[in-house]
């Protein structure tokens, strides 16, 4: 499957224009390890090697429609991976502030010198612990966690802004966390697998 193939069928499923056009736009191939760039426009997850993965298209676009990007956001991915989905939030934010925490210490070098020389001088990764969140830089507008937790990490919740929007995956399912002033409201959606999220 080529890129024109793999956006046709993410288009399929009523994906968003916005989500659509940032496909288009990220080099996959950039992000996946060589033995694997014949493949990069599948559909389906590839290794990055650390027992990490790439995930698959359709998963991402479901996430990120979930997470109802807008410009000027203070948008932050916990398990950035490859920097793949960084690139992504960057061409669907603009003017905002991105960030990704990895745990790998590998993984987040890697990721920042493929972004840095693709030119997404908006995102900035942490080698880190991601369940702890990046309280530096918070509060967020929109967090996306990128690899499996037991539960919704609450250190997570509370760094959303009031209004803010969470999603995250648990066990085999995807949430929707959206933060108001007296709580959450969280909506589930099942049939996902992940690597789970590693925490210290």
Do not use: C, W
């Amino acid at each position: 499957m080529g890129k024109t193939e793999l956006i046709n069928s993410l288009r399929k499923h009523g994906f968003p224009e916005n989500i659509l056009g940032a496909f288009a736009k990220v080099q996959r191939e950039d992000f996946v390890p060589e033995r694997f760039r014949s493949m990069a426009y599948e559909d389906i997850a590839l290794p990055l090697g650390s027992e990490q993965t790439i995930s698959q298209p359709y998963t991402i676009a479901f996430m990120l429609s979930l997470l109802k990007l807008k410009d000027r956001q203070n948008v932050l991915e916990i398990g950035s991976g490859s920097g793949y989905v960084l690139a992504l939030i960057s061409e669907i934010v603009k003017n905002g502030e991105i960030y990704g925490v990895e745990r790998i210490r590998e993984l987040a070098e890697k990721s920042e010198r493929i972004l840095k020389r693709r030119g997404y001088s908006d995102v900035t990764i942490f080698h880190g612990d991601g369940s702890k969140g990046l309280k530096e830089k918070a509060p967020f507008d929109r967090i996306l966690v990128s690899a499996s937790a037991k539960e919704i990490p609450s250190e997570l919740v509370n760094q959303l802004k009031i209004g803010g929007i969470l999603v995250a995956p648990v066990r085999d399912s995807i949430f929707q966390i959206k933060k108001r002033e007296d709580g959450e409201d969280a909506e589930e959606f099942q049939g996902f697998v992940f690597v789970p999220l590693i925490e210290e």
